[in-house]
Nanobody, 121 residues
Framework: QVQLVETGGGLVQAGGSLRLSCAASGPIFRIWDMGWYRQAPGKQRELVAVVATGGITKYSDSVKGRFTSSRDNAKNTVSLEMSSLKTEDTAVYFC???????????????WGQGTQVTVSS
């Protein structure tokens, strides 16, 4: 079955950098958007960045200029380079992809299990 697996994350000091990666695997026919969301304690999950198939990327205002996301269509991967991290970036980060599995006519949302990013002051 289709699954997304995130790697990276961890503890970093404010001002530091961190890189997240996400790989999609399984019976995949096509992938539309791939991107990242995050959820801080007591808050709703929010968009961080989304990368379209052609590479056009949209960022939330809170991370624009600090985070960079890119994807490798040949490898079905998406990454998130985070720099100038702030304590308010602390959250569980989730990878999301809109995928049409092999043998299906439907695109559906698939989510990774999430990875914790903690930024200390």
């Amino acid at each position: 079955q289709v699954q997304l697996v995130e790697t990276g994350g961890g503890l970093v000091q404010a001002g530091g950098s961190l890189r997240l990666s996400c790989a999609a695997s399984g019976p995949i026919f096509r992938i539309w958007d791939m991107g990242w969301y995050r959820q801080a304690p007591g808050k709703q999950r929010e968009l961080v960045a989304v990368v379209a198939t052609g590479g056009i990327t949209k960022y939330s205002d809170s991370v624009k200029g600090r985070f960079t996301s890119s994807r490798d269509n040949a490898k079905n991967t998406v990454s998130l380079e985070m720099s100038s991290l702030k304590t308010e970036d602390t959250a569980v980060y989730f990878c999301k992809a809109v995928i049409r599995p092999t043998g299906s006519d439907i695109f559906s949302d698939y989510w990774g299990q999430g990875t914790q990013v903690t930024v200390s002051s």
